[in-house]
Structure formats: structure tokens, C-alpha cells
């Protein structure tokens, strides 16, 4: 079993990064917005899941274990596989499934694109009591300045912003900023709430 990564990134796709561990290169599916913050060159350590399949092997990475506990519980529930779990991450945060969880509220995992209102219910009655212990403790470090977008992604959601609307922004802003700002909190939160500015500002969830 293959349980975590260090190493560099060599390739960047939209929901994958190949690391390179000690000459060999890693193929890694990962969540849209892990692969959005790192670049090329950048180290990477994942927490990974290794999903052994008749025909493949396929490498599931993390930036945090409540990230991976929540990936491994949500493979756990019918019909739902690897992707689909990865879907599930993708669209939203670890405290928000299990809020929703909690909450038996399954309206958050059918907007999910592939999961239908069946696998929906299905997440939350069979997660019911599983999620209680996952904390919302920070996220491995991706690269030198790859912690620094995590914090002002999560500050703007604390703000009121989407995750997917906050994760674009920073993106976008990290992009154009010099190094000064991309390694700043402060600075890459100033910027990125200049380009959202308050009337694009959105309830989460909403």
C-alpha cells in the first residue's frame, strides 16, 4: 500500500499531478482544488489511497488525512466509487460533508456532478455517526508558498464566498502576483478581495 508521496511535481493537469519520488514519476488523481495550487518544480507531499483494481492500479492523493478518511468512508457507501468520491471533495470541504451528514441533509452531494439523489441519500445514511471525529486540522504543506492560497481560499469561505468561487480567485490573483505577495497571506488576500470586491460576495452553500 502506497500511503503518502514527497517528492516534485513534473506534470499539472486539472485533476491529476505526476510527482517524482526518487526517479520514478507517481500518476496521482487528486481534487480540483489541490491541482489549481501547485505548480511544476513544486513539492508535493499527499496523503494517498491506493485503489487496486482487476485492470489498473490508481493512486488517490490528499493534502490532509481528514481529507483521505473522508475519501476511504465515502468509497465505503453503494455506488459510490473512487471518482465519484473524489467529485464529492472536489465540490465540497471536509466540514461541509460532514455538516451535511450530520444534518441528514443530502441536497449538497446531488449537486455533485454523478452523484444522483439515489447515491445522494445513500452518503448520508450510511455515513450517519462515521464523520463526528474528522477535525478541520491544516492541510500537508504543497510547496513553499502552496500553504498560502489554502489560508486565503479558506479565509475568503469564512468571508461568505463559495469554495469554488474563493479557490478561482485565488488562482487567478496567485498567477499575476509577484513572489512577495504569492508567499503573503495578508498581501494575496488584499488582492484577491480587490478582484472579488463585495458585490460578487455569495452566501456558501447558497
Given at each position: 500500500m502506497i500511503s503518502s508521496l514527497h517528492g516534485t511535481a513534473a506534470h499539472v493537469a486539472d485533476d491529476s499531478l505526476v510527482v517524482v519520488v526518487g526517479g520514478v514519476g507517481f500518476s496521482v488523481a487528486v481534487t480540483a482544488q489541490l491541482a489549481r495550487t501547485v505548480h511544476v518544480g513544486a513539492d508535493v507531499h499527499l496523503h494517498t489511497n491506493l485503489i487496486v483494481r482487476e485492470d489498473a492500479l490508481s493512486l488517490f492523493g490528499f493534502q490532509s488525512r481528514e481529507e483521505l478518511t473522508v475519501f476511504?468512508?465515502?468509497?465505503?457507501?453503494t455506488g459510490v466509487g473512487p471518482k465519484s468520491a473524489l467529485g464529492v471533495l472536489s465540490s465540497l470541504t471536509v466540514p461541509q460533508i460532514a455538516q451535511a451528514v450530520a444534518d441528514d441533509d443530502d441536497a449538497p452531494f446531488r449537486r455533485v456532478s454523478g452523484i444522483g439523489p439515489k447515491t445522494a441519500k445513500l452518503i448520508v445514511v450510511q455515513l450517519a455517526g462515521k464523520l463526528a471525529v474528522?477535525?478541520?486540522?491544516?492541510?500537508?504543506?504543497?510547496?513553499?508558498h502552496g500553504q498560502v492560497p489554502l489560508q486565503v481560499t479558506q479565509a475568503l469561505i469564512g468571508l461568505g464566498w463559495s469554495e469554488r468561487t474563493a479557490a478561482e480567485a485565488v488562482s487567478s490573483?496567485?498567477?499575476s502576483a509577484s513572489d512577495?505577495?504569492?508567499a503573503s497571506v495578508q498581501?494575496?488576500?488584499?488582492?484577491?478581495?480587490?478582484?472579488?470586491?463585495?458585490?460578487?460576495?455569495?452566501?456558501?452553500g447558497g
Open positions: 476511504t468512508q465515502l468509497i465505503s457507501v474528522v477535525s478541520t486540522a491544516a492541510p500537508a504543506t504543497v510547496g513553499a490573483v496567485a498567477e512577495s505577495d504569492r498581501s494575496l488576500l488584499r488582492l484577491t478581495l480587490a478582484l472579488l470586491g463585495p458585490a460578487r460576495k455569495e452566501t456558501v
